[in-house]
């Protein structure tokens, strides 16, 4: 549903360089978390707990890496979920509009291609890049744009419903990347009005949010942003979601699951109506590019140009894992054109063991054509079959 634009969180100037600290798995709460009063839920219910995904922390900061870089890193705070108000509702994702089902076949989604480690090339290229660029001065008030006290200062301490998961994203995440894009584009620190992100309204569907190039016109949007609880994006939504990302860690790349569409929008399970709304808002906007946060979870999804049906999902990034802030910059870098996307070295989309199983008609991701794992013989075992 379309919602006004959230107030954001105001740069401060820092008194002192914040500590860029490498991420492990934490036995204590940060300074930031004790700061904001911040509770940390260490031991939920086991029904309640999301499905782990293995850490993917890149290596610790170099001597030579940027101060931007280095800033990129540094340690977000994990938040509570609030399940005291309107529960029913955190945990539910609506049901697809008439506008969103009814699309011509060649429009439709099919081919949904887990990437699971996708990013890494490109936020290399970005580590890189960033080292070529002048470093702005530790009292610049730039960098107070990076620092996790200024980005999650006043924010709420703990997470009750969309429009707080909104609040979190958009200071925690995506603001300081916009900030780092245009310093990427612009070669300087200066803030400029483009490219930015805005809510929109309009005829449905309307994501929560768009990244503009150069204005608030459609033509100019880029990318589109959804937000969405810890609720609606666990349990079920965790379950199979990472099932299907988890076997491309294995199989071919590019092995492909098969989407079968829907006829309506009743009785569709959650991750069915995750994946129509995304798809629905992308077609509908013209992008090829969208994020989705839970604040908890993020992932960057991408609708090849010249490939009508097809849909790519990378892998969940988490706050207390140092790649999420640089992939979040190289992914709106690669929207706005700063890096090809040919950097991102997708795969072309491979059905070809769709045609060993037999299918289920049930709308939604297809567990049957979930891909294969690569099985690879050792020596002795080939010779043994020779």
């Given at each position: 549903m379309p919602h006004p634009a959230k107030s954001t969180v105001a740069d401060t100037t820092p008194k002192s360089r914040p500590i860029v600290t490498h991420r492990r798995t934490r036995q204590t709460r940060s300074t930031t978390q004790s700061r904001l009063g911040i509770i940390t839920d260490r031991n939920p219910p086991e029904e309640e707990r999301p499905v782990e995904v293995p850490s993917r922390d890149l290596d610790p900061p170099n001597e030579d890496d940027s101060i931007i870089f280095k800033a990129l890193l540094l340690e977000?705070?994990?938040?509570?979920?609030s399940y005291s108000f309107a529960q029913r509702f955190s945990t539910a994702s609506r049901a697809p509009i008439e506008d969103e089902l009814k699309l011509d076949n060649g429009e439709r989604l099919e081919k949904v291609v887990p990437c699971w480690g996708i990013m890494s090339g490109l936020i290399g290229k970005l580590r890189e890049a960033l080292k070529s660029y002048t470093q702005p001065l530790e009292t610049d008030p730039f960098m107070s744009r990076l620092t996790v006290e200024s980005r999650c200062a006043h924010l709420p301490s703990s997470i009750c419903g969309e429009h707080d998961t909104e609040?979190?994203?958009?200071?925690?995440?995506?603001?300081?990347a916009i900030a780092v894009v245009q310093y990427l584009l612009y070669k300087d620190t200066v803030r400029r009005d483009?490219?930015?992100?805005?809510?929109?309204?309009?005829?449905?569907?309307?994501?929560?949010?768009?990244?503009?190039?150069?204005?608030?016109d459609r033509k100019n949007a880029i990318i589109a942003i959804e937000f969405k609880t810890h609720n609606v994006l666990g349990h079920s939504w965790l379950r199979q979601i990472h099932e299907l990302i988890d076997t491309s860690k294995t199989s071919a790349r590019g092995s492909a699951a098969k989407f079968c569409w829907p006829d309506e929008g009743l009785k569709l399970d959650?991750?069915?109506?995750?994946?129509?709304?995304?798809?629905?808002?992308?077609?509908?906007?013209?992008?090829?590019?969208?994020?989705?946060?839970?604040?908890?979870?993020?992932?960057?999804?991408?609708?090849?140009?010249d490939e009508s049906n097809t849909l790519y999902i990378t892998n969940d990034f988490k706050p207390n894992n140092n790649d999420l802030l640089p992939a979040t910059v190289a992914f709106m870098a690669v929207a706005l054109g700063i890096y090809s996307i040919h950097d991102l070295n997708l795969p072309p989309a491979d059905t070809k063991h769709w045609t060993r199983r037999k299918h289920s008609l049930a709308p939604g991701l297809d567990p049957s054509t979930?891909?294969?794992?690569?099985?690879?013989?050792?020596?002795?075992?080939?010779?043994?079959?020779a």
């Open positions: 977000l705070p994990k938040v509570r979920e609040d979190w994203v958009h200071s925690a995440i995506l603001r300081p483009f490219p930015n992100i805005s809510s929109v309204g309009g005829q449905a569907p309307i994501p929560d949010g768009i990244v503009f190039r150069f204005s608030t959650k991750p069915t109506r995750v994946l129509l709304q995304l798809w629905g808002q992308m077609r509908s906007w013209r992008v090829n590019y969208m994020i989705l946060s839970s604040y908890e979870h993020t992932y960057f999804f991408f609708k090849p140009k979930f891909p294969n794992p690569v099985v690879t013989l050792k020596l002795t075992e080939i010779e043994r079959c």
